[in-house]
């Protein structure tokens, strides 16, 4: 089984600084993706970013990169000029690679306790 | 832009008594997954669903939960019999199908009361 660890329960960063939260996972899959997601206080879950394990390339989106470090199985985010936007609770979360009919995956998410991370003006 | 939508998005339910929530997932997608997030907890996986039968299930899914997509459109999430530690944000997700279709949509939730 698959366990997701997310060590910060909270983070607070002023406007247009940068943050960094951490996200470590076990599993003995090979080929994954690891996603974040963010919760603001509406409560519904955004996807913010993904990565592919077989990708060595960090991803990357806008103001949203991650560190991923297969071999420590880490996964963290880094959220550049932060914004009062940003204000939410984010989860990290794993999924293995979907092997199709007959398979043993069809997609579930196993996400960690969440990080709440509050942006200050 | 195509979205999960979930109703209602408050249910205040006695203990004991039976609920439907119920999920419409975007048109196209053939995955459906419903999960739930205790308030101040993780989102935990309950159960999946494909091709008209559960494909994965937790242990929290146990006999008083069952899902059913009646129409072709809804996708539904019943308990039988509400217990005090039901209370929770239901949240149900939706993906394409495909081994490259890795994103799960969800939708805004139901917070299920249980009194």
């Known amino acids: 089984a698959q366990t997701v660890t997310q060590s910060q329960p909270e983070m607070s960063v002023q406007e247009a600084e940068t943050v960094t939260l951490s996200c470590t996972y076990d599993?003995?899959?090979?080929?994954?993706?690891l996603f974040w997601y963010k919760q603001p206080p509406s409560r519904q879950m955004i996807l913010v970013i993904r990565?592919?394990?077989?990708?060595?390339q960090n991803a990357t989106e806008n103001r949203f990169s991650v560190n991923f470090q297969k071999a420590a199985k880490s996964f963290s985010l880094k959220i550049s000029d932060s914004q009062l936007g940003d204000t939410a609770m984010y989860f990290c979360?794993?999924?293995?690679?979907?092997?199709?009919?007959?398979?043993?995956?069809?997609?579930?998410?196993?996400f960690g306790q969440g990080t709440i991370l509050t942006v200050h003006p | 832009e195509p979205e999960v939508t979930q109703t209602p998005s408050h249910q205040v339910t006695q203990m004991g008594q039976e609920v439907i929530l119920r999920c419409v997932p975007i048109?196209?997608?053939?995955?459906f997954y419903w999960y739930r997030q205790i308030l101040g907890q993780k989102v935990e996986f309950l159960v999946s669903?494909?091709?008209?039968?559960?494909?994965?299930k937790s242990e929290i899914f146990d006999d008083q939960f069952s899902v059913e997509r009646p129409d072709g459109s809804n996708f539904t999430l019943k308990i039988r019999s509400t217990k005090l530690e039901d209370s929770a944000m239901y949240f149900c997700?939706?993906?394409?199908?495909?081994?490259?279709?890795?994103?799960?949509?969800f939708g805004q939730g139901t917070r299920l009361t249980v009194v």
């Open positions: 599993t003995s899959e090979n080929n994954y993706y």
């Open positions: 997700a939706s993906r394409e199908w495909g081994l490259q279709s890795t994103e799960a949509f």
């Open positions: 048109s196209n997608h053939l995955y």
């Open positions: 669903f494909y091709n008209n039968e559960i494909s994965e």
């Open positions: 990565q592919e394990a077989y990708k060595q």
């Open positions: 979360a794993f999924m293995k690679h979907h092997r199709g009919a007959g398979g043993t995956s069809y997609g579930k998410l196993t």
